[in-house]
């Protein structure tokens, strides 16, 4: 038989569970929708919830793979800015009011790394409430902060159905396991089952079936405690790396995950850093990837999931020599 189109039961069992306890979602294994990666997750919400002309808040700068999959039902894509609150809502409100949905990364915004404030976050969902907009809160690597216990996720805030909540195992397991979820509003699941019918009716029925006895056993848990050590250890290493090799030359914005900002002096072009970088075996991604409207700084996104420590001494060295070309 093919599988569920939501997903395996056992295993939206485990990840509900889970959300409840860990990240303070409010939610029922019934909402809860197996996907191949956060990607997918935001591919479905953005054809299940709006028809094209549609207006849409997105972080600025933010999150590349939400813009594409957003761009594929409607153009009208609004760069509403962020500052160290998060997402700045008063902002959203006055430019675009009549936004059919806003899209946000709240514990650890994509790229630059802040945790949106509870203030922001009540506002957004009043507004969201008012305006019958929805939110669709992408929780890509919560688990990951090294600063605190991670704050809650907005969807168990909201008491009004507002929310789409996109998490993934991509962070905390890996990337080619394809394995996200969704938790929709129970009057959506049924909009949601079929976008789903039409892109590739559900994911692989095995891997969730392992997932869910991982979960289950207490693997996951173990793991992430072991692994927010290990990425805390790389980023404390990354840090010191470049401040010892390229100073005051460049900023470093580096608040939690797996990933941090390299920010250039302004006037310098990221994307031919970028490619000077590639070509010494360096892999990065300009942080003007990430804006719609040319950004006045540009930065390095470098991250650190996969690199070991000897990697990030001697990648470092080879980075500092091309950033010291370019400026
Ligand atoms: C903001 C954000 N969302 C989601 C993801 C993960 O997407 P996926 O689950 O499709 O691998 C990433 C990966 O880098 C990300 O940066």
Redesign the pocket.
Known sequence: MYGDRMGFWPCREAIAEYLTAVRGVRCEAAQVIIV???????ELSARALLDPGDHVWIEEPG?P??VQAFRGVTDNLMPVPIDDNGLDVKEGIRRCPEARAAFI?PSHQ??MGMTMTTGRRMMLVDWAFRNNAWIVE?D??SEYDFRRRPIAAVQGLDTNARVIY?G????VLF?SL?I?YLVVPSDLTSAFCRVRQASDVSHSTLEQAVLAEFIREGHLAGHIRRMRMLYMERNHMLVAAIEEQLGASVKIVAQAGMHLICLLPAGIDDTIVWQEAVKAGIASWPLSICYQRKPDQGGLILGYGGVDRKQIKEGVKKLAAVVRECL
């Open positions: 191949n990666g956060a990607q997918q997750g935001l999150y793979g939400a990364t994509f790229p992408d890509y690597d996109i993934t195992f991509s962070k990337p394809r996200g």
